[in-house]
């Protein structure tokens, strides 16, 4: 966080600004959840987060979200560009992680072009990609390119689950059928299908849920949250450890709530303002010497037996 | 002016003044513009006539889509697109963005 911002804050520290710094403060610290409570480690810069993260005993995975592939308005006129230098940071990490998840918006305006771009860039990192679409992504006429490119084997709007390394993995969509003045939607097919998903497994399983709107409210004004979640939390409880990966907003924001840590990852394309803080969620312009302390990646380590877990965002630069 | 002429001049008024009535005359419809700033419909509800088109442009950095169930829907407007809906008859049209559903509009048809 800048001298500047913190100048600001010392005027006065609305909640509006705490939930501000809390996201710029996301930056390379380094969270632990043991026993459901959170636990920051300390702040860390990106290159000692980047050391813990090449000492993990458990499974690394990557998130990443957003990158609106065709953006390229003042915010960031060249989105596909640090698409690739998020790729690049990938690939200089010193562990490679199993394998990465993306929470959707890989393109901006679902054209055959951008999600040839996106493919073109992202396979350059040789990882299983596990994608759930984001509300950019089904702009198409006949609603068919997500689908055709990322949708085999998925059922619905392009919802699954896998296991690896002794987790179980829930791909989720909440971004069809939305309905007017609503939130994001999962609808009643999908969470019928995760009520029997999860059913029966055991409750010692690690789990985690993906999916690009953030499944907890952050901020309904702007939308920011998905009308019938609470019924998916339902299906969640009893879980010794349950973490939710979502994007969307374009910032690092967690919370725990019981057995539940749910955490939003930085876009690659461009930065949204902390809820409240600007009279719209639209792209934040800020220094373009700035923007890449604001876009970044969020590498989640899981490590079996003791139970914590791990996620470090990473900016692409700061 | 001669009372014929008056009388005439009435006539033609009349005239005038049923064709303003009339739905749906194309040479009266209007075309009244809503803009789409900062995630909001301005105006957020608007009264037209019957047989007048509403055009929106959407100014913001991030693509807008209305729907208005069963009545019209437009492609995704990227910056600076528009579209155009000619209203032929009369009735409250709720529209909404289908990307982002908190944003909410009205437009009243008399």
Redesign the interface.
């Known amino acids: 966080m800048s001298h500047h911002d913190h100048h600001d804050e010392e005027r006065g520290v609305s909640r509006r600004k705490v939930l501000e710094c809390m996201t710029w403060a996301g930056t390379g610290v380094l969270w632990t959840i043991s026993g459901g409570v959170p636990r920051s480690l300390g702040l860390v810069d990106a290159a000692k987060a980047a050391e813990k993260a090449a000492e993990p005993a458990g499974m690394t995975f990557l998130q990443i979200s957003d990158s609106h592939v065709g953006f390229d308005k003042p915010a960031n006129p060249n989105a596909l560009g640090t698409l690739e230098e998020a790729i690049g940071k990938i690939n200089a990490m010193p562990k490679k992680p199993s394998f990465m998840i993306h929470t959707g918006d890989i393109s901006h305006l679902s054209k055959a072009s951008e999600f040839d771009d996106a493919d073109r860039i992202i396979s350059q990192a040789k990882l299983d990609v596990h994608y759930v679409p984001g509300e950019h992504d089904f702009l198409d006429e006949e609603l068919k390119f997500y689908k055709e490119r990322y949708g085999k084997g998925t059922m619905g709007a392009g919802w699954y689950s896998f296991d690896a390394g002794g987790v179980h993995f829930v791909g989720l969509v909440n971004v069809v059928n939305l309905k007017a003045g609503g939130l994001g939607n999962l609808g009643t097919e999908q969470l019928e299908w995760l009520e029997g998903d999860l059913k029966g497994r055991s409750k010692s399983m690690p789990v985690v849920v993906f999916a690009h709107i953030p499944l907890w409210t952050v901020y309904p004004e702007w939308g920011w949250g998905t009308e019938d979640s609470a019924k998916a939390l339902d299906y969640l409880k009893g879980f010794g450890s349950v973490t939710v990966l979502n994007g969307h907003i374009h910032q690092v924001m967690q919370k725990v709530e019981g057995n539940v840590t749910f955490h939003t990852a930085r876009s690659t394309a461009f930065p949204q303002p902390a809820p409240g803080t600007a009279p719209s969620p639209g792209p934040m312009k800020v220094d373009a010497s700035k923007l890449r302390s604001v876009l970044g990646i969020a590498s989640v380590n899981f490590k079996m037996g003791d139970q914590p877990l791990a996620i470090i965002d990473t900016p692409l630069q700061g | 002016m001669t009372l014929t002429a008056l009388r005439s001049l009435g006539a033609s008024l009349a005239v005038a003044a049923a064709l303003l009535l009339q739905p749906g005359a194309p040479a009266h419809a209007e075309t009244i513009t809503v803009s789409i700033d900062?995630?909001?419909f301005t105006p957020t509800e608007l009264k037209v006539k019957v047989g007048d088109t509403v055009t929106w442009t959407n100014h913001?950095?991030?693509?807008h889509?209305l729907?208005s169930?069963g009545k019209f829907r437009s492609?995704?407007m990227?910056?600076d697109d528009s579209f155009s809906f000619t209203f032929a008859a009369t009735g409250d049209y709720?529209?909404?963005c289908?990307?982002?559903?908190?944003m909410?509009g009205m437009i009243k048809v008399e």
């Open positions: 900062n995630f909001t913001d950095d991030i693509p889509a729907v169930a492609k995704t990227d910056t709720k529209y909404f289908s990307l982002h559903p908190h909410t």
